[in-house]
């Protein structure tokens, strides 16, 4: 059993990159929410086109709208995605496979998943490292980020000076059903991301409406 192939949905975003709501819905993707004046700015659409295009996915289900706080003045409308939206971005893991992991639970019991899992993640670490043999220290944070955003992840990579962390964030879970039915499954991916990147690491995960964010950070030795 290994992870599966990107679907149609996820064909069909891969091909309209330049759609101006796919552009929209990517950027939401990648914040905790945006106004219609930072979308244009991320964007490059004019004002009302932005908002035409807003209001169309909220109408569509989605977006929705809630009135975001600024430090001076009237609180700004921002938008956000809704799990509606989920179908927009990679999946990697269909339902299907989903259903396979809660029938083996069923019949083996709890440590069935677990088994299945641990030889994924085991022969997933090998591919990764595997393609990042010959890279080191930030190049191989900047090579396993670019990784996982082919495979779906919408990753980034980022350094904070303040503190001399690596970080690579996640705008994307592509196997966000099975992450929600068997928890495990994060403790897996952090020791995925020690192993390949040779250093402890600390997992956060953040949710919002339709949002998600997770960021893997080095953990220096203390």
């Not at 996982?148 to 966000?176: C, K, L, P, V």
Request: glycine content about 6%.
């Amino acid at each position: 059993m290994k992870f599966l192939s990107l679907g149609m949905k996820t064909k069909l975003l891969t091909r309209n990159q330049n759609n101006p709501k796919l552009s929209i819905l990517r950027e939401i993707k990648k914040s905790q929410g945006l106004s219609v004046t930072e979308l244009c700015q991320r964007v490059g659409l004019s004002y009302m086109g932005i908002k035409q295009h807003c209001i169309g996915l909220e109408r569509e289900g989605y977006l929705d709208t809630w009135r975001r706080p600024k430090g001076m003045g009237r609180p700004e409308k921002a938008y956000r995605l809704t799990d509606g939206a989920k179908e927009f971005f990679p999946s990697r893991y269909p339902q299907f496979s989903l259903q396979i992991l809660e029938s083996v639970k069923e019949i083996y019991g709890s440590l069935g998943p677990e088994k299945i899992l641990h030889n994924i993640y085991k022969a997933e670490t090998q591919r990764y490292e595997t393609k990042l043999e010959k890279l080191d220290g930030e190049s191989r944070f900047r090579g396993l980020a670019h990784l996982r955003e082919e495979d779906g992840y919408m990753a980034e990579y980022s350094f904070d000076n303040s503190n001399r962390t690596h970080r690579i964030t996640e705008f994307n879970s592509a196997i966000q059903d099975c992450l929600d039915a068997f928890p495990m499954i994060r403790d897996y991916e952090r020791q995925m991301f020690e192993k390949i990147l040779r250093t402890k690491v600390r997992r956060d995960e953040e949710r919002v409406s339709g949002l998600y964010r997770c960021t893997y950070s080095s953990v220096s030795a203390s």
